[in-house]
């Protein structure tokens, strides 16, 4: 079955809630769909947003980018999940630099 683009979202954002969970983390979630953020994980009794969770449908798994690392006024993160084709690594994030928090 395919999916449009708000069920990706929605699904994507259950697999981080359920990875997170999985870690030992509690979650919140925001009430309402006007919100910049889906969900906060919360640690020590501290909500904290200090990572942006990507979740990967083809491999089925969650990657933690901390937030100091995103520059002012980006929309959209990428990773890698192979080397480029031509070898290049500047400005290039591999997922595998993000699969733990």
């Known amino acids: ?3 449009n683009r708000k069920a990706k979202g929605d699904l994507a954002e259950l697999k981080v809630a359920t990875d997170l969970r999985a870690r030992g983390y509690e979650i919140v979630f925001p009430y309402g769909e006007d919100w910049d953020f889906d969900l906060i994980r919360c640690r020590e009794s501290s909500a904290i947003i200090d990572w942006l969770a990507v979740w990967d449908a083809t491999m089925d798994r969650c990657y933690y980018l901390p937030v100091a690392e ?7 993160v990428r990773l890698r999940l192979a080397l480029t084709a031509n070898s290049q690594i ?4 591999m997922a595998s630099d993000y699969a733990d928090i």
């Open 90 to 93: 500047r400005r290039v994030r």
């Open 70 to 76: 995103l520059g002012t006024g980006m929309t959209e």
């Open 1 to 3: 079955m395919e999916l």
